[in-house]
């Protein structure tokens, strides 16, 4: 069984700023591959960024490259986004999402454990 659970979720104007924080933990020890989705109202989840449980590689979707970052920090096996120049369009409820099992350096887009979501809001 393994736990995740995001924080750092707010209200900001948009141009503004937040970092949201994921830990995972349970199954094992170590690093898990991890990834952030977002769901907006009346849209399906969609992919946001993941990074590889080795911190080697990150992914992003092209709606928030050059605005968001995806990191690590291993020791802590914990997961951070930082997003920069809002908009709002970025409003959505974020997940955090991970996998204890899987070992590549590849983009992933499924995961096996996921949080309970963090609401993000961008205003005008």
């Known amino acids: 069984q393994v736990r995740v659970v995001e924080s750092g979720g707010g209200t900001v104007q948009a141009g503004g700023s937040l970092r949201l924080s994921c830990s995972a933990s349970?199954?094992?020890?170590?690093?898990?591959?991890m990834g952030w989705f977002r769901r907006a109202p009346g849209k399906e989840r969609e992919f946001v960024a993941s990074?590889?449980?080795?911190?080697?590689?990150?992914y992003y979707s092209d709606s928030v490259k050059g605005r968001f970052t995806i990191s690590r920090e291993n020791t802590e096996n914990t997961a951070y986004l930082q997003m920069n120049n809002l908009k709002p369009e970025d409003t959505a409820v974020y997940y955090c999402?991970?996998?204890?099992?899987?070992?590549?350096?590849?983009?992933?887009?499924?995961?096996?454990?996921w949080g309970q979501g963090t609401q993000v809001t961008v205003s005008s």
């Open positions: 999402a991970a996998d204890p099992d899987n070992w590549t350096e590849t983009k992933i887009t499924t995961y096996p454990s």
């Open positions: 349970g199954r094992r020890s170590g690093s898990f591959a």
């Open positions: 990074i590889t449980w080795t911190g080697y590689n990150a």
